[in-house]
C-alpha cells in the first residue's frame, strides 16, 4: 500500500513540473495584464511543432528544439499585445471587462488552433525523446524525458522568480501588476512590460510543449485540455499569483496521481475541474489570493 | 515652466474639467483649490497624462506634452504623487525606493537611496517592512521621497495632507517648502485651504470644471467673495484641515 | 431596427422555405442547421447578452439536451417530440442549478465556472459508457425536421422583446442596482434567464441530435462554445435576432468554406471573432446604427 502510495506520489510531482510551467505563465499574465489567455494551450502546441520542425525536418539536436520552442513562442508572444489586446483596451477605455478579454483570447486560441491544422495538418506527429533511458527507483519507474521536463521546469521556474525578486525589469513587473498607475509614475513604460510578460509566460508554455512532445505527440489541440486545467489550477493557487500557481499545480498533479488509487484513470481530470467549482464558490480569491485585488 | 491652456478632460464621456488653465513657474509653488467634485485632481491627472485631454493645450518648457504617456512626461522630469495608494503597498521599503530609481542608472540609484536613507534613518531601519505597515504620514513621506530620488524639476501633488494628522501635514510642508527653496517647482492640489495658502507663491480657484480666481494668498484673503465662498466664512476662526 | 428585425425574421423564413423551393438535400442541410445553430445562439444571446451574465458553458447545455433527446429515444423509446422536452428539461434543470451559484459570481469568474461545467459535462460524455456510448457517441435513433428551431427563435424573440421578463433582463444587463432599487428582482430574473436560455440550447441539443443523428463528446468542446460566441459577437450582443443573423451567416460561411479546404472554416470563425470584438462591438446588429 505505502508503495503504490509512494508511486503515484512521484508520479505526481513529475507530472507537476509540467502543470506548473504553463500555470505559472498563465497566472503571470492574468496579474500583470488582467487578461486570461485562452490561447495558452495554443502556444504550448507551436512549441510542439517548432521542436519538430527543429529535429525532424531539421535533423538539429534536441536541445535546439527546445531553444527554437523558446524563442518562436516568445517572438509569436510578442505580437499578441499590441495587434489584440492593446487595441481592444484602446476602445473600451480602461472600463473592466474582463470576458471581453476572455472571447477575445477565445477568438485568438480558435484562430491559432485551426491555423495549425491548416499549415500543419491534423496527423498526430512524432517527436523523438531529447533524453532517452528510464530511472528506476524501485518503487516505481521515470522516464528521463520526464525527469527532464521536472527538472527544467524547476530551473526556469527558478529564474523566473529570481528575475521578479532582484532584477530591476522583474520588480517593475511586480510593479505593473499591483499598481499600474503608480507604475507609470516610475517611468515603467506599461505597453511594454505587457508584451513582455505576456511573451514570457506563453514561452513557458511553448518549452513545455517541446518537452512533452515526445510524450503527447504534436497535434493542433494538445494544448487545449491543459490550458482549461491550468485555469483550474490558477484559481486554486489565486489568479494573479505566480507561486499560487506553482503550488497548485502541484497539488493537483500528486491529488490526481492518487486518486487513480480509487477511482478510474479518465475520470482523473474531474478532480481539477471539481476544485476550481468549488474554490470559485466558496473562496474566489484561491489559496493564496492575488497579491492586490484590483 | 508648465502651461495649461483651456484643458476640457474627464472619464470616458463624462467631462469633468470644462474649461481649466494655469501656469507653473520656474521654482514655484502653485495651488489649486476648490469645491469637492471641482475638478482639481482630475486636472491634475491630465497634466501628467493618466487622462488624454479632449481639448486644450499642456505644455512642459513650452513643448507640448498633451496625449502623451505618465511615463513619458516623468522622464521629462516630472513626479506624481498620487492622493492615496501611490507606493507599492505590498512591497518593501526598500524595493519600494528601488523602483524610484527605475529610470537612473544602478550607481544614481544606490547614492540617491542612501542618501534618503541617511535623511531619514527610519527608513533604513524598516527597509525591509511592507510599505503598507507603515503609517499614513510615514506612508506620504515615503512617496515624497521616492519621488525625489530621480530629482524631478517639477512635482504634482494630489492632496499631500489628506487624512494625515495635523503633526505630519506640518512636517509634510515644512519638507515642501525646502524642496522648493532647493529649486523645485510644485502644483499642489489642496482641500487644506490654510496649509497651501501658507506655501504658495500663486494659487488658482476651480469651481464646476472652469477657472473662477487666481491671484496670489494675499489677493485671495482679500477678497471678500473668495473668502466666503472658498476659504470659509469666518477666515480668522477657520482651522486646519478646512 | 423593427425593419432589420423584421428583415432578419424573413431571412429565417426564407431558410425555412429554401428546402421547398430548391430541394436539393445539400440546401436543406445547411437551411436546418444554420436555424438549429441560430437556436442555439439565440439562447445564449438571452443569457450573455440580455442579462450580461457571460457563460462559456453553453456547449454543456446543448450536449445535455442532445444526449437527453438521443438516450430518451434509444434506451426508453420515447417518441422524438417527447425525447425533446426531456432534452431540455435535463438541460433546464442544470441551466437552473448553475444558476444558483452564478448569482454570486461576476465576470471572468462566471465564465470560468460555465466553461468548467461545460468541460465536466464534455468528460462524462466521454466516459460514462453504458449511457452515453463513451466518444463514438450514440447513433441510430429516430429523427426529426428541423426546422421547429425557426419557430422556437420566433418564440423566444417574443419573450425577450415583448415581455416584462425582457425587460427586466435588459434592466438588469445595464445597471443591477439600479434595477433593484426600481423593485425589480434581480435574482428571480436572473435565475430565470438561466433556465430559459440552458432550456432553448437544450432544445437546440436536441434538434440537433435528431437532424444529424449522431450525438458525441465533441459538441460539448471548444469547437461548439467558439462557434456559438462568434455568431453573437458577430451578429450582436443582446439583440436576439442579431445573433440569428450571425448565426445564419457565419454557419454559412463555416459551411462554404469547407468546399475550400475542412480545414480553413474555424479559422475564419476565430479570425471574425477577434476582428469583431475589437473593432465592431455591436456586431452587425451595431452597424448603420449611431454609436
Redesign the interface.
Known sequence: MLESLLEFLIQGVVLGGLYALFAVGLSLIFGVLDV?NVAHGEFFAVGGYLAFAAVVLLHLPGAAGVLGAAVGTFLLGLCVYPL?IA??KR?L?G??????????T??????????L??LA??DYLRVPPQVSGILDLGVTAVSHQRLLVLAVAAALLTALFAFLRFH?EG??V??VA??P??????????PRIFSLTLALGVALAGVGGALMAPLFNVYPAVG?PLT?KA??IT?LGGMGNPVGALVASFLISIAESLSVMVI?S??Q??IA??V??VM??VR?RGLLGR??SR | MLELEGVRSGY?KLEIVQAASLQVGDGAIVGIIGPNGAGKSTLLKTA???LPPFAGRIALDGREIAGR???EI??LGV??L?QA???????TVH?NL???G??VSRADKRRAIEAVYTRFPLFRDRGGQLAGALSGGEQRLLAIAR?LI?RPRLLLLDEPSAALAPRFIDLIYASLVALNRDGLAMLIVEQNVEAILAVAHRVFVLDLGRNAFDGTPAELRASDRIRRLYLGEDEAAAGPGL | MKTRARLTLAAVGVAALLPVLLPHPFVLTIATQAAIWALLAASWDLLSGYTGQ?S?GHAGFFALGAYGAAVATKHADLSPWLGLLVGAGVAAAVGLLTGF?AL??R???????T???A??IR?VA??WLEVTGGPFGIHDFRSLPGLPAGALVAAMYQVCERTSAGQAFRAIREDEVLAQTLGIDTTRYKLLAFTLSSAFAGLAGGLYAYYVQLVNPVIAG??T??LV??MV?FGGLGTLWGPVLGALLLYGLYEGLRFV?V?????A??????VF???F?RGLAGLGRSA
Open positions: 486570461i489584440l487595441p481592444l476602445r477605455g472600463r473592466p471587462q474582463g470576458p471581453l478579454y476572455l472571447v477575445l477565445l477568438g485568438l486560441s480558435t484562430f491559432l488552433q485551426s491555423s491544422l491548416a495538418g491534423g530591476p520588480l517593475a511586480r510593479a499591483l499598481n498607475d503608480a507604475a507609470q509614475a516610475m517611468g515603467i513604460n506599461l487545449f482549461i485555469f483550474a484559481i478510474p479518465q475520470w481530470s474531474l475541474f471539481a476550481m467549482i470559485l464558490l474566489p497579491a492586490v | 470616458g501628467f497624462g493618466y504617456r505618465p511615463d516623468m522622464r513626479g506624481y498620487a495608494g501611490g507606493l507599492f503597498a505590498e512591497m524595493d528601488v523602483l524610484g527605475y529610470t519621488a530621480v | 457571460i462559456f451559484p454570486r459570481l465576470g471572468h469568474y462566471l465564465a470560468l465556472v466553461l468548467g461545467l468541460e465536466i468528460l466521454q466516459n471548444a469547437a462554445t467558439s460566441i462568434g459577437v479546404g480545414v480553413y472554416n474555424l479559422v470563425v476565430g479570425f471574425v471573432i477577434m470584438v475589437i473593432f462591438p
